[in-house]
C-alpha cells in the first residue's frame, strides 16, 4: 500500500511538471507569432532605395520607421492567453537595411506550479522580415 500511494505521488509529480513545460512551451510559441506578425508588419515599411541614381534599385528599412510599426501592430493585438507583460525589447532594421528584427519579452504562468514562481517565467523571442522587392 505505502509503495502505491508512493508510485501515484510520483505519477502526479511527473504529470505537474510535463503540464508546466507544456504551457511554457506554448506560450513561447504564441509570443513567437505575435513577434513573427510584428516583424512582418515591420517589413513592409520599406522605402525604394536607389530609385533615380546609378544604384541597384532595392529596399530600404529605417529603424525608427520598424520601431513604430511594430508598436502599431502589437497595440491592434489582443493578449494571448497566459503571457503577461509584453514588451517590445527591440525593434529595428538589421545591418543590411533589407531585414526588420523585432525582439519581444513576457512573462508565462505554468500551470499547477504557479505557487512556485509567483512573479512567473521570463522568457523572450527575436523573429525577422525580409523586405523584398520583385522586379
Do not use: C
Not at 513592409?44 to 520607421?65: C, K
Amino acid at each position: 500500500m505505502v509503495l502505491l500511494i508512493g508510485y501515484v505521488l510520483l505519477t502526479l509529480l511527473l504529470v505537474t511538471v510535463v503540464a508546466a513545460a507544456g504551457s511554457l512551451y506554448v506560450g513561447h510559441k504564441k509570443l513567437f507569432s505575435l513577434a513573427d506578425g510584428a516583424a512582418l508588419a515591420a517589413a513592409d515599411t520599406f522605402e525604394l532605395n536607389g530609385a533615380g541614381g546609378a544604384a541597384d534599385p532595392g529596399t530600404r528599412l529605417d529603424s525608427g520607421t520598424v520601431r513604430a510599426a511594430a508598436q502599431e501592430y502589437l497595440a491592434g493585438q489582443p493578449l494571448p492567453a497566459g503571457l503577461d507583460g509584453i514588451v517590445l525589447a527591440s525593434a529595428s532594421g538589421a545591418g543590411d537595411g533589407r531585414t526588420a528584427e523585432v525582439s519581444l519579452d513576457a512573462v508565462v504562468h505554468p500551470l499547477f506550479i504557479n505557487f512556485l514562481v509567483p512573479g512567473g517565467i521570463g522568457i523572450s523571442v527575436t523573429s525577422t522580415a525580409r523586405a523584398k522587392l520583385l522586379l
